[in-house]
């Protein structure tokens, strides 16, 4: 046991992807015709009167050019658990695809959390290939950069705590800054593990999503994110909708949207 405060963890639902298919989400494709649609999240982490935002989603804009459609903003979703963007400190940047690190006017004042080789995969030679670049915004690459200049982001090299109990843990893979979140909470030790997994069945069956940096990064990110949690239930994917099917409803008129990631699975 730790001495830490238990932490509450909120997956905040607010995109779908409704016509994604299976054979799109693993790098071996799927043998099965079928619908395998994507959830987009973010998280908040909170105890008392600290909350950490994990990841930021994507606009309307960002919506309309991809395809997906866009269920509420952040504005929105954090008014429903009491917060305002303004009451934000500290954002955590899992990774800066567009759907992870987007609404760059949000969020002014916040200190902002990313890997040191994140911000150098985002803005160096491997955005050259288009294949690499696409899951990128160059305006929210191009907003992290200027809040490096304004002094608002804090680098970090591999693992780093940001509290007790709130640590981070680069495991690269999907990109090569990929950070997973590891939170104390009332179950032990949860790992957000954004999109080291897109879904269980990544990790759970060792078959990477497509959109990948580096294979053996991505797979030994399944095991890190493993290790870092106190039982295998305790790792969540980045897009799954199987997730709002096993965790409970913040409150009952939140169901499908506000979840709570501490709670025991239903």
């Not at 990313?114 to 160059?138: K, N, V, W």
Request: charged share 20%.
């Amino acid at each position: 046991m730790t001495d830490f405060p238990q932490y509450e963890i909120l997956a905040l639902r607010y995109a779908v992807n409704e016509r994604q298919v299976a054979t799109h989400n693993f790098i071996d494709g799927d043998d099965h015709d079928r619908l395998m649609p994507l959830d987009y999240y973010m998280w908040v982490i909170r105890s008392g009167d600290r909350a950490f935002l994990v990841d930021t989603g994507f606009d309307a804009e960002a919506a309309a050019q991809r395809g997906r459609r866009l269920l509420a903003t952040p504005q929105q979703l954090l008014g429903k658990i009491g917060l305002a963007p303004s009451d934000i400190s500290d954002v955590i940047i899992t990774h800066l695809h567009y759907d992870h690190a987007g609404n760059r006017d949000l969020f002014g004042g916040a200190r902002f959390h990313i890997q040191d080789r994140e911000m150098a995969y985002a803005t160096g030679r491997c955005m050259c290939h288009a294949s690499l670049r696409s899951p990128f915004d160059g305006r929210d690459v191009a907003a992290m950069v200027g809040r490096v200049f304004s002094g608002h982001v804090c680098f970090h090299d591999g693992s780093a705590t940001l509290a007790p109990g709130v640590e981070l843990h680069r495991v690269g893979g999907h990109t090569d800054g990929l950070q997973v979140v590891r939170v104390w909470t009332r179950r032990g030790w949860v790992v957000l593990a954004s999109d080291a997994s897109h879904f269980y069945a990544n990790m759970n069956e060792g078959r990477s999503f497509p959109v990948v940096y580096n294979l053996g990064d991505m797979y030994e990110g399944h095991s890190t994110c493993f290790r870092l949690a106190d039982a295998p239930q305790n790792v969540i994917p980045g897009h799954d909708p199987l997730v709002i099917k096993y965790y409970p409803a913040l409150r009952p008129e939140l169901e499908g949207m506000i979840i709570r990631l501490d709670a025991d699975p239903v």
